[in-house]
């Protein structure tokens, strides 16, 4: 016979299952809208995935008079420093996932 217990443990696996963050996909995004955020948004970083989509856009208008080359530059270095850095941003988006369960 199945305990209570046994149940709400077997639900909360099946939500984090459902829920939990993937490194394919967060490099997927990375690799392809990563320039606009993207990863950062699926990870649950919103504030710097904003910084980062408002930063290209303001580059982007800045090309028209030669110094949105700079801001390129930077969401260059950032989205570099960003592949380094998914693999932990996935264990802490997990992370808070198994703890907003219990």
Same mark, same amino acid.
């Given at each position: ?34 320039? /606009? ?6 990870? &649950?970083? %919103?504030? =710097?995935?904003?910084?980062? *989509?408002?930063?290209? $856009? ?21 989205? /570099? ?6 693999? &932990?941003? %996935?264990? =802490?988006?997990?992370?808070? *996932?198994?703890?907003? $369960?219990?």
């Amino acid at each position: 016979m199945q305990q209570p217990n046994d149940t709400a443990a077997a639900q909360q696996m099946m939500r984090y299952d459902a829920n939990k963050k993937t490194a394919l996909i967060a490099y997927l995004l990375w690799f392809f809208a990563g320039y /606009l955020g993207a990863h950062r948004f699926y990870l &649950g970083r %919103i504030v =710097s995935g904003l910084i980062m *989509l408002v930063l290209f $856009l303001l580059s982007c208008v800045g090309m028209l008079i030669l110094v949105g080359f700079i801001g390129l530059a930077v969401i260059g270095l950032w989205w /570099l420093i960003d592949g380094f850095l998914i693999p &932990g941003m %996935i264990s =802490s988006a997990n992370n808070k *996932l198994i703890n907003s $369960l219990r």
